[in-house]
């Protein structure tokens, strides 16, 4: 790997467009569980004229800005997809570049992770990283254990697929060895092992830079999620797109399958 294609800059939060909280959100209308797509770091780069890492690195800034609002507001869990099963397969360069990415973001990060009461997590595979993003993971993780308010999933070498699969895995092992009898498998079961164990299921899924794909990700979790797509990229979705996004979803009238009344 060459060494312009490592990230150079510092990660800092971008300056946001007005006063953050200033918003005539609900909180009993605001989703538990926000998932985000976090797509177009690339074109957004193309726009410019600049290679596709210079729009990894806006992407990496725009997340605490966001992570930091949902904190905020209240919510209790935000999945961000920053890095998918899929994504193994483009350039030796972007994957470092990224996987470079991920261990400055992470320790960059982390103050504000403590200031904001933010508990940290990965969801996707463990193999497949290496020591060294691992160990910053574990010790981010540990760091913020006690923490209390938002949690904050980064989904890492995540797929769902693959997520469905260990935990398919994981069952038959149990089911194999006598501790679990197949006719006790249930739904609840088979949300206890995925990497999503413990968190509520999104209510709301943001993806940005116009796609209507899920790309894999939380197919399972995401029966009945509110779907939104924002048309910015993702290094210009800014507290003011999560706003929208979130007026939005307030304004859903969700289902679940039964006959429920519009809202007047
Ligand atoms: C999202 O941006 C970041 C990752 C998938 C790691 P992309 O890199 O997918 O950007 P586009 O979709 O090519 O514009
Ligand atoms: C999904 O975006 C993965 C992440 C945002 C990390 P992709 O850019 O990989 O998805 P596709 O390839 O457009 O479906
Ligand atoms: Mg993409």
């Not at 194999?176 to 299921?201: M, R, Y």
Request: hydrophobic share 40%.
């Amino acid at each position: 790997m060459s060494g312009s294609t490592k990230p150079t800059t510092t990660i800092e939060p971008r300056p946001q467009p007005g006063p953050a909280g200033a918003v005539d959100l609900d909180a009993k209308s605001l989703p538990r569980h926000v998932a985000i797509i976090m797509d177009g770091n690339g074109r957004w780069a193309r726009a410019q004229g600049k290679p596709r890492v210079y729009g990894h690195e806006h992407g990496a800034r725009n997340v605490n800005p966001i992570v930091t609002e949902c904190a905020k507001l209240g919510i209790e869990v935000l999945t961000l997809y920053a890095f998918s099963t899929e994504n193994w397969l483009r350039s030796k360069a972007e994957v470092e570049f990224l996987m470079g990415l991920l261990l400055q973001f992470l320790e960059a990060e982390l103050p504000t992770m403590l200031a904001n009461n933010v508990r940290f997590k990965q969801i996707g595979r463990r193999e497949g990283l290496s020591p060294t993003v691992l160990e910053m993971i574990d010790r981010t993780t540990a760091a913020t254990a006690g923490n209390t308010g938002l949690t904050l999933a980064l989904a890492v070498n995540y797929g769902s697929r693959a997520e469905i699969t260990d935990a398919v895995r994981a069952i038959a092992r149990k089911v194999k060895a006598g501790e679990l009898d197949p006719s006790a498998i249930d739904q609840g079961v088979i949300s206890d092992h995925l990497f999503t164990a413990g968190l509520p299921d999104p209510d709301l899924l943001i993806r940005t830079a116009g796609e209507m794909r899920l790309s894999n990700y939380l197919l399972w979790q995401s029966s009945y999620a509110e779907l939104y797509v924002a048309d910015v990229c993702w290094p210009d979705f800014d507290v003011v797109q999560l706003h929208e996004a979130l007026r939005a979803y307030a304004r859903r009238t969700r289902k679940f399958g039964e006959v429920v009344e519009p809202r007047a």
